[in-house]
T-cell receptor
């Protein structure tokens, strides 16, 4: 069982839809991350939140909008996505930003039609 | 430029055989080093990490890794592979990207197949 919980597990959305991915951890970690993983590829960093503030944005298109409502929650709001955005979206957390091991959730498998 | 290399895209071993997965990095200082494992459709699970100290580190599931500074390597080993070890293995390196900031870079991964 993972200590980082992601919902939903699977999501199918059209290009005009608005949806959100959710991530929750209760380990007291102060850094949270969104990664995107295409098939047979390593995870690619999208965003990092440190102490609830956006620390890193890896030049991600604005159709992806992260939000960190509190230290335990991380959301990723999706709007007007493209089919090439279909991927496994992984959330992770760590005690502090990158200076400690990352704990990953099981991901949300997103399909954009 | 900072980089992580896993030279083997796919490795096949027989159950019970020993395993070594290779990882090399390019960085001017000693980074933080990790090995993660990913089963199909799952997230990544940390196997082990090296920050400092003893260069031979023990992890979960019977895995170990050795940091060799002279070779800029952090190879993962297991003396006897089990069928359940079949998965994708990622080496990851946290390197200083400026000031007190670190950035985690993943290798491209090695897919392990275990034959009965």
């Amino acid at each position: 069982d993972t200590e980082v919980t992601q919902t939903p597990k699977h999501l199918v959305m059209g290009m005009t839809n608005k949806k959100s991915l959710k991530c929750e951890q209760h380990m007291g970690h102060r850094a949270m991350y969104w990664y995107k993983q295409k098939a047979k590829k390593p995870p690619e960093l999208m965003f990092v939140y440190s102490y609830e503030k956006l620390s890193i944005n890896e030049s991600v298109p604005s159709r992806f909008s992260p939000e960190c409502p509190n230290s335990s929650l991380l959301n990723l709001h999706l709007h007007a996505l493209q089919p090439e955005d279909s991927a496994l979206y992984l959330c992770a957390s760590s005690q502090v930003e990158f200076d400690s091991p990352l704990h990953f959730g099981n991901g949300t498998r997103l399909t954009v039609t | 430029a900072q980089s992580v290399t896993q030279p083997d895209i796919h490795i096949t071993v027989s159950e019970g055989a020993s395993l070594e997965l290779r990882c090399n990095y390019s960085y001017g200082a000693t980074p933080y080093l990790f090995w993660y494992v990913q089963s199909p459709g799952q997230g990544l699970q940390l196997l082990l990490k090296y920050f400092s100290g003893d260069t031979l580190v023990q992890g979960i599931k019977g895995f170990e890794a050795e940091f060799k500074r002279s070779q800029s390597s952090f190879n993962l080993r297991k003396p006897s592979v089990h069928w359940s070890d079949a998965a994708e293995y990622f080496c990851a390196v946290a390197m200083n990207s400026g000031g007190s900031n670190y950035k985690l870079t993943f290798g491209k991964g090695t897919l392990l197949t275990v034959n009965p």
